[in-house]
């Protein structure tokens, strides 16, 4: 009986039956690792709460899963770089273009924008209420009132050291620490920055989205809008194989994709706090 079996093993035919059983594993395989990408984003995408309100839209239009590692903009490009993630979601535009330029992806698109906000104590010792953001910057570093800086690469903080140095500190930590003594950075993400500077009446620079969001505001308002240089424009880009071949491009590339189109660009248009819409989509401008 033993030997039947072993022939009727021998077969063409279940040889065969074999060989696709093992093919429909392997693809199985495959298709549930393709299920899940990695995106590397920066902490106001992640602490607005906008990535639990778009991502499970995304995973119900196609299936695929995202695992989201929030980090300053900077460190998210470090990450993509050392092939640590098969997209990036971030803000910081000149960034993203040299990431481009570097050959880490092949193309960078718009998804949306909101702006930047400089919060303080309602006091406002300062007086920048009302003020442009460059010379906002100007009276505190005059006043010689608190301000606290991310000081962690990210796209906030890049965009902080840019009004800074239009402000006339053309490196902004030692220029502040040199005449504005109250100068502090955290090396933090836009949550724990808000929440340092509610608990030490600090002036601190947030994208509306994160503000919109946190509870802990104390006596804590808005005092400099809407001037055109606090623009933030969010970018899109899927990792480039050539750098990473273990990059999943196909997954990754629906993400952009999607999140560009119609579909994912009126999910983040709905995505509302207290009635107020956080992000504008403009990926279809």
Not at 233 to 245: R, S, T, W
């Amino acid at each position: 009986m033993m030997f039947s079996l072993l022939k009727r093993l021998e077969t063409p035919v279940f040889i065969a039956y074999a060989a696709i059983t093992c093919v429909a594993i392997a693809s199985n395989k495959l298709h549930a690792q393709e299920a899940s990408i990695v995106m590397a984003s920066t902490t106001s995408t992640e602490q607005s709460g906008l990535f639990p309100y778009l991502l499970p839209e995304f995973k119900k239009a196609t299936g695929i899963s995202v695992k989201v590692v929030a980090l300053g903009t900077g460190q998210a490009l470090d990450a993509a770089r050392r092939g640590d993630a098969d997209l990036v979601f971030v803000h910081d535009k000149a960034a993203e273009e040299k990431f481009v330029a570097e050959g880490y992806s092949l193309k960078r698109l718009d998804v949306m924008y909101n702006d930047f906000v400089l919060v303080g104590p309602a006091a406002d010792p300062a007086a920048v209420k009302g003020r442009g953001i460059v010379e906002a910057l100007q009276k505190i570093a005059a006043s010689g009132a608190p301000y606290l800086s991310r000081g962690d690469k990210s796209g906030t903080n890049a965009a902080e050291l840019r009004y800074w140095a239009q402000a006339g500190f053309a490196d902004a930590k030692d220029g502040a620490g040199a005449k504005a003594k109250g100068w502090r950075e955290c090396g933090c993400g836009m949550g724990p920055a808000l929440n340092i500077a509610a608990s030490s009446s600090a002036y601190v620079l947030t994208d509306r989205g994160t503000w919109l969001s946190f509870k802990n505001r104390q006596d804590f308002s808005v005092l400099v809008e809407g001037d055109k240089r606090l623009f933030n424009q969010y970018g899109v880009m899927v990792v480039n194989p050539a750098k990473h071949p273990h990059v999943k491009l196909q997954a990754a590339q629906k993400f952009m994709d999607w999140v560009t189109a119609p579909a994912g660009q009126a999910v983040i248009a709905g995505y509302k706090i207290g009635g107020e819409q956080l992000f504008f989509p403009n990926a279809l401008k």
